[in-house]
């Protein structure tokens, strides 16, 4: 029998029981749509954890210390890590504001306290000094960066982060212009480039204004957070070493103060392994799937061998090789696998769409690589599970499927 003639025999024999040939090909559909919407969810849950680790920098060293007497950190530890030249590039407090803001210009104002549709319309007033847009990667788009001069002479000027600038300025040029920050004039000198398009993590809605201000901003209070940006990954893991005993030298304990050293970088790897773990869990339960939609593959061919059990007889009595019955069975099975692939692959590709979007908030689409091998694991099913009724078919002797009713 050619293979034209064999696939022509299959598509007839599917096309016959279209209900029960759909029922069948029922869980191959779901396996395969949990395999792309799994593995694809997955693969975007990943490239969001990458974006946000590298949202926070690479190679920063997150740094909180505090003492109960208020006694000074931030001058000492700022000295220190310009001496650790050789694993630091540069640190800046990270003064994060929790009173209530008003910040305006003309008829426009925001309100750190206000209660936004969206959380992240939310401005925040941030404190820091002229290496802040190193250590926490921000870059500026329009006019300048704080410099020395600004946070030793508490001028007050002020970066915004792009979302800021577009909701207080629309279209129109900030840098140059003064807004207010609770009836406080500040000029802003510059703008940052924009790094979260998604607003997903709160990172243009900043306004950075020198942490001297604090005074007049934020009663006088001790700043605890500092950012310190590395040289190299290598140089990160020293230079925590470094600071954590640095701090410790300094007689904080738990008796009069706390810190903690930390780099974004661990978290990362963490996160890393993690998603690896829930990747193969994830695979799993796809596997899973499959192999109940293979099972009904096999038991729907057994069935059809056991129907066809006349018309085998009658081909092997007039010569039909063993090679060509399992040649169309599993051609047949083949095709209730690819069928069903082909309508898993479309669903899959809705389904991942849409659960990206409402659980991560990004769009993903699976990769080429995923629907390319959905497709072949459903052919390579129909072969494995269709291979026994196949066999079984050949093995018919032709006096006993001739007897057949």
Not at 100 to 117: C, E, F, M, P
Not at 189 to 218: A, S
Not at 220 to 231: G, L, T
Not at 346 to 361: A, E, N, R
């Amino acid at each position: 029998m050619k293979l034209g003639q064999a696939f022509k025999i299959a598509y007839h024999s599917i096309a016959a029981k279209k209900s029960r040939s759909f029922l069948t090909m029922l869980g191959v559909v779901i396996g395969v749509a949990a395999v792309i919407i799994l593995v694809s969810y997955a693969q975007g849950q990943n490239r969001w954890m990458q974006e946000y680790y590298e949202s926070m920098a690479d190679n920063s060293i997150e740094i909180t210390a505090m003492r109960w007497d208020g006694k000074d950190i931030a001058q000492p530890l700022y000295e220190y890590c310009l001496g650790l030249d050789e694993y630091v590039q540069g640190i800046t407090p990270f003064g994060q504001i929790w009173n209530r803001l008003i910040i305006q210009y003309g008829a426009k104002a925001l309100d750190t306290d206000a209660n936004y549709d969206n959380w992240y319309d939310r401005p925040q007033v941030v404190m820091g000094n002229q290496e802040f847009s190193l250590c926490k990667a921000y870059e500026i788009v329009n006019g300048r960066d704080l410099s020395y001069l600004d946070v030793t002479k508490e001028n007050q000027v002020c970066v915004l982060g792009s979302y800021t600038a577009e909701q207080l300025f629309d279209y129109a040029t900030p840098v140059g212009k003064t807004i207010t920050i609770n009836n406080l004039t500040f000029e802003v000198i510059g703008v940052y480039q924009e790094r979260d398009p998604n607003q997903m993590q709160n990172l243009d809605q900043l306004i950075l204004v020198p942490y001297t201000l604090g005074r007049v901003l934020n009663n006088n209070e001790a700043i605890q957070s500092y950012v310190a940006k590395a040289r190299s990954p290598e140089a990160t893991k020293k230079a925590i070493t470094l600071i954590d005993g640095f701090l410790g030298g300094l007689g904080i304990n738990d008796a009069n103060g706390y810190y903690y050293v930390q780099s974004p970088d661990e978290w990362k790897q963490m996160g890393e392994e993690e998603q690896q773990v829930q990747q193969r869990f994830l695979g799993g339960i796809a596997a899973i799937s499959l192999a109940v939609g293979g099972i009904g593959i096999m038991n729907i061919m057994l069935v059809t061998v056991t129907e066809r059990t006349r018309e085998i007889g009658i081909r092997k009595a007039i010569g039909a090789e063993r090679r060509s019955i399992v040649t169309q069975f599993l051609i047949e099975a083949c095709m209730l696998c690819g069928f069903g692939g082909i309508i898993g692959i479309i669903v899959g590709y809705i389904g991942t769409l849409l659960v990206c979007k409402q659980s991560l908030d990004i769009i993903v689409l699976p990769s080429v690589g995923i629907i390319v091998g959905a497709f072949f694991l459903s052919l390579a099913l129909g072969i494995v599970f269709g291979l026994f009724p196949a066999v079984k078919a050949s093995k018919l002797q032709p006096v006993d499927a001739l007897r057949a009713d």
